[in-house]
């Protein structure tokens, strides 16, 4: 649990503050002509990432504790 709790964290920073990364790496190359995410993209990524940190960092503190 701790090992996964290390992944989640960096990933869901990056998620919350870099969302149009995350895009380029798994969006960008199914369309011709998009040049930037859509809002609805970035949001539910940023959201995502809020979790996935949140997520993270309980993992963290649960294996100090348990």
Sequence with gaps: M?????VLLP???VMLIQPQWI????????????TE??????LSTRLG????TLVGLGGI????FL
Excluded: R, T
């Design 49 to 52: 990432g809020v979790v996935s």
């Design 61 to 64: 503190i649960a294996s100090f």
């Design 37 to 42: 995410p859509s809002d609805l993209y970035l």
């Design 11 to 13: 990933m869901g920073l």
């Design 23 to 34: 895009w380029a790496i798994s969006e960008e190359w199914k369309s011709n002509d998009a």
């Design 2 to 6: 701790f090992i996964l709790s290390i």
